[in-house]
């Protein structure tokens, strides 16, 4: 099955500060791609889907880049802020089979005022 | 629109007690619906889903079953909890018509087995 590794499992960076996430894979199929936001205690909220043909995928306060050569996704926060504290979990799913989303480890982000 | 349901919000049970866990889905028809379990501190691992009534296709079984007795409606049960069980179950759906789908999660149903 695919084995995805996230990157860091904590961190801490100051308010206006940048933080980037990482999620490697290594199944060289096609995949969409998906970044969860989880606050403590609650569900999941969905930050980004991104397909395997999109390299940079913008969003509000974030982008998403996916490295295909290196098989590496990536979240970067540009200016953080303390709402953007939270658990940040990657998602991978195989085109063509049963929409089974399989997670990476998570990324709890702390942000400092 | 479409709106996820999931209950009760916490449970704090004995180990070897029976458990059921529910989850409905307003504003549309034939969804596919995914039960999945988070460990505390831990990532999300996808136990059951379903694409039909009265289908449904375990992942990982954690000795735990789920049914879809409607389209609507997905239930997580067990007879006999362990302590193992405890953790965060998230229930989600999707369109239910392609695949590679989006999933939306509900908010959750937490347990504590003692």
């Keep these: 099955g695919e084995q995805v590794e996230q990157r860091p499992p904590h961190l801490s960076v100051r308010e206006g500060d940048s933080a980037v996430i990482t999620c490697t894979y290594t199944d060289p199929n096609s995949y969409y791609f998906f970044w969860y936001k989880q606050e403590p205690g609650a569900s999941l909220q969905l930050l980004m889907k991104v397909f395997s043909s999109t390299e940079i995928n913008e969003g509000q306060g974030f982008t998403v880049l996916l490295n295909k050569k290196d098989k590496r996704l990536s979240l970067n926060l540009t200016a953080a802020h303390p709402g953007d504290s939270a658990a940040y979990f990657c998602g991978f799913m195989a085109t063509g089979g049963n929409n089974k989303l399989t997670f990476g480890q998570g990324t709890v982000l702390s942000v400092i005022p | ?114």
Excluded: M
């Design chain 2, 1 to 114: 629109a479409q709106t996820i349901h999931q209950w009760p919000v916490a449970e704090i049970k004995a180990v070897g007690s029976p458990l059921s866990l529910g989850c409905t889905i307003k504003g549309k028809s034939s969804p596919n619906l995914y039960w999945y379990w988070q460990a505390t501190g831990g990532t999300l691992q996808q136990l059951f889903y379903s694409i039909t009534v009265g289908q449904v296709e375990s992942v990982v079984q954690l000795n735990l079953s789920a049914s879809r007795p409607k389209d609507d409606q997905f239930i997580l049960s067990t007879e006999k909890l362990l302590l193992s069980h405890s953790g965060f179950y998230l229930c989600a759906w999707s369109l239910g018509t392609s695949s590679a789908e989006t999933l939306y999660f509900g908010s959750g149903t937490r347990l504590t087995v003692l």
